[in-house]
T-cell receptor, first 111, second 116 residues
Framework: DGGITQSPKYLFRKEGQNVTLSCEQN?????MYWYRQDPGQGLRLIYY???????QKGDIAEGYSVSREKKESFPLTVTSAQKNPTAFYLC??????????FGPGTRLTVT | KQEVTQIPAALSVPEGENLVLNCSFTDSAIYNLQWFRQDPGKGLTSLLL?????REQTSGRLNASLDKSSGRSTLYIAASQPGDSATYLC???????????????FGQGTILTVHP
């Protein structure tokens, strides 16, 4: 089956710890994206990548980092510098300029 | 800065009713517009994608339109069913120098409840 997988589904961390969220796709898409969703605020773009070994900051990149070493993988690290990391994180991929497909999401809780 | 707005924020209708969800955007340099459905605690499911050269797209009971000149898109759902209950999100992809970077700007969504 083609699609996007995110793991884990739920993640709990202590404040001050870095945490990495996984996103893998087997759709052969060049572009991948990370969004954050908070209640009542819709989705906001964190980082995106149009091609392997290249990525750009989105609207809320502070406190996050990414890498794109392989076409099918785009992991997101939430660092201790992110002030409000508790949120629902969604990964997506697309052929550039066409329909975006989303993974099932990871719910991160930091206490 | 591109902004996408959805009205209403919530909508409750009886089963069988036809309904329209509205989406407006501030930047006429829109490349495409995508409608999504989101069930509670889940990821987004793509419903329809309209490219800027198109006026509308249809899939089953769903029809989405795009009017660049007025900065509006609508999602029409015919003969609504309780299974249509979900949050509906629209998102615009905007040009930058004539090239789409693929980024989407999302509205805040419309929560739809269809009651039997």
């Amino acid at each position: 089956d083609g699609g996007i997988t995110q793991s884990p589904k739920y993640l709990f961390r202590k404040e001050g710890q870095n945490v990495t969220l996984s996103c893998e796709q087997n759709l052969n898409h060049d572009a991948m994206y990370w969004y954050r969703q908070d209640p009542g605020q819709g989705l906001r773009l964190i980082y995106y990548s149009q091609i392997v070994n290249d990525f750009q900051k989105g609207d809320i990149a502070e406190g996050y980092s990414v890498s794109r070493e392989k076409k099918e993988s785009f992991p997101l690290t939430v660092t201790s510098a992110q002030k409000n990391p508790t949120a629902f994180y969604l990964c997506a991929s697309s052929i550039l300029g066409y329909e975006q497909y989303f993974g099932p999401g990871t719910r991160l809780t930091v206490t | 800065k591109q902004e996408v707005t959805q009205i209403p924020a919530a909508l409750s209708v009886p089963e069988g009713e036809n309904l329209v969800l509205n989406c407006s955007f501030t930047d006429s340099a829109i490349y495409n517009l995508q409608w999504f459905r989101q069930d509670p605690g889940k990821g987004l499911t793509s419903l329809l994608l309209i490219q800027s050269s198109q006026r509308e797209q249809t899939s089953g009971r769903l029809n989405a339109s795009l009017d660049k000149s007025s900065g509006r898109s609508t999602l029409y759902i015919a003969a609504s069913q309780p299974g249509d209950s979900a949050t509906y999100l629209c998102a615009g992809g905007f040009n930058a120098g004539g090239t789409s970077y693929g980024k989407l700007t999302f509205g805040q969504g419309t929560i739809l409840t269809v009651h039997p």
